[in-house]
């Protein structure tokens, strides 16, 4: 939950008065998002929310951020709209940091997703990259093989306050992976946080996709990889297999995947359970304890590490049986 | 910032099947409140705040409070009107929460209140006792002199963990309000809580008052005391006169005070002040610590006890000066 900073109603008022929204009726601080402030606005016209920009954002990256938001948009993806000030710039300013206003969209996270969730997940994310191809932005992740690797220098020698025998677990895994890590598929825009608070359903339909700030250019089967590691295991850390053949199913049927990334797969999700493992780990071994701090626990992600290290092929995650 | 619970679309969706309220559209948990979760929900009829009651709140007092909102509202008063289920009851459940739906209010409070804002708050205060005269139930008040000793037991002892000295300076002021507290001024059903985050304003003109949840039977005079610390002082701690008797003639232009009433203020606004030093203190001393967790400063109460104490009579409040 997150509102790290409070604003006053005078100060939101001079800077709505910058935008074309109408005039302000309410504002209040929403519990969702871990890295921004984010406030839910009701205006005379519309619904919007309004994002402060913390420290953990690079101020650098908002184009890309919203500008992809925009070109998504735009494309006909379900996902907030940035909107333009007065004078074209998407980006304001309101007590001391960076700040966006952005369409509200309905809708609402499931919970507990279901076959029928993992399945349209999996076409949006492959409209997503399609739609994103002639994006002309680009940006680094900064969370690829070197951002683990920065991470896991910072808390390898803690690892096991956590669990003993983490250190060496995870070690002997992160070398396997980034040293196999693929270069050559296909890639382009990804989402690279799709987990369930960042996708709304309405009556069962998906209604957006919101929360575009880890996104970045990179492998785009690394990107059904992390969906299949927040959307296909139940809460015992089991794989669910028909969840995984659906989310598959639902991305092949708008972009197939090729052979190679097929056979990455395996890899790729290793690679990504790692990634999250990895952050977890390293707020959990940082971030100082408290009664509202519900820091999650880096070892759902170790148990994601053993499943898909034992797996051979693609069909093993349901690709075909959907 | 308060979601101690937090609830699924599917457990959302039953709970609304019981009010005549449309389709659920979306619902955030919002970061106001600090006793229970509050989440604001957009369904196909209107906006609603949703309260989940948690543990610091006795089930037995919810009739009391949001029966209030609804005898003040029938009378006119600005506040949020509980939504009745389809059985008639304000009090549904969900999850393993007693819960109540009411309507949303549009309006921002004020971080910095003016002249203007205490005047209208004045006038409301009052405007609520009238209101609430033939209010039937009853609730005794949890922070009266009584209530404060409990809390005073409770962190004595580590009072001056705070600030050296607080325990002696406290104690004896604690003595001399509690040994003259009055009995026999006019009582009726007060707020007791109308700090600036509870009153909201559009466009300059007072628009609603909200959380009822420390609202009980005390002497009417006392809620003017609360009022008086919680918007006439400014954040260097001194005291506003402007403010002040704005906030005094706003409300004297719907109820004149009575002498007894006036006479007694400046001990009124010392109870008052001890009252949220106390709640502080013990807050302060039994909440541990966490990045996300703002404890307020028991100390700026201990500022208010002292300019208080030397306060001789009510017109050094600002009473007859606007």
């Known amino acids: 939950m997150a509102v790290y900073t409070d604003i006053s109603e005078d100060e939101l008022v001079a800077f709505l008065g910058e935008y074309p929204v109408g005039t302000l009726l309410s504002y209040k601080g929403i519990a969702e998002g871990t890295e921004n402030s984010n406030f839910l606005l009701h205006t005379s016209d519309s619904a919007f929310i309004l994002t402060l920009y913390e420290r953990r954002v690079e101020t650098s990256d908002l184009p890309f951020f919203l500008g992809l938001m925009e070109h998504l948009s735009q494309k006909g993806i379900s996902c907030p709209l940035p909107v333009k000030r007065n004078d074209g710039e998407l980006i304001g300013q309101i007590a001391g940091r960076p700040a966006a206003l952005i369409t509200f969209l309905e809708g609402m996270w499931m919970r507990n997703p279901t076959v029928q969730h993992c399945r349209q997940v999996g076409e949006a994310l492959a409209q997503m990259h399609i739609a994103a191809e002639d994006f002309p932005l680009q940006r680094q992740n900064a969370l690829s093989p070197e951002g683990w690797g920065r991470l896991w220098d910072g808390c390898r020698n803690r690892a096991d306050e956590v669990m003993p025998g983490l250190a060496k677990e995870a070690g002997k895994d992160f070398d396997e992976i980034v040293g196999q890590w693929p270069s050559d598929l296909p890639s382009g825009v990804i989402h690279a946080d799709l987990f369930p608070d960042n996708v709304f359903f309405l009556n069962g339909k998906l209604s957006g996709v919101i929360d575009f700030y880890f996104a ?107």
Chains 1, 2 share one sequence.
């Not at 927040?230 to 995984?244: H, I, P, Q, R, V």
């Not at 990504?272 to 780990?281: C, Y």
């Not at 499943?307 to 995650?317: G, M």
């Open 216 to 322: 970045c250019n990179d492998l785009l089967a690394y990107d059904i990889a992390t969906c299949l590691n927040a959307w296909c295991f139940e809460k015992d850390a089991s794989y669910n297999l028909t969840k995984g053949a659906a989310l598959l199913a639902g991305y092949q049927s708008v972009r197939p995947l090729q052979d190679a990334e097929l056979e990455a797969l395996p890899l790729l999700c290793r690679g990504s359970a790692i990634r999250f493992m990895l952050t977890r780990l390293y707020d959990w071994l940082t971030i100082p304890d408290g009664p509202l701090i519900k820091k999650r626990d880096p070892l759902e992600y170790l148990r994601r590490m053993r499943f898909h290290r034992q797996i051979r092929s693609a069909s093993e995650y349901g690709v075909g049986l959907a």
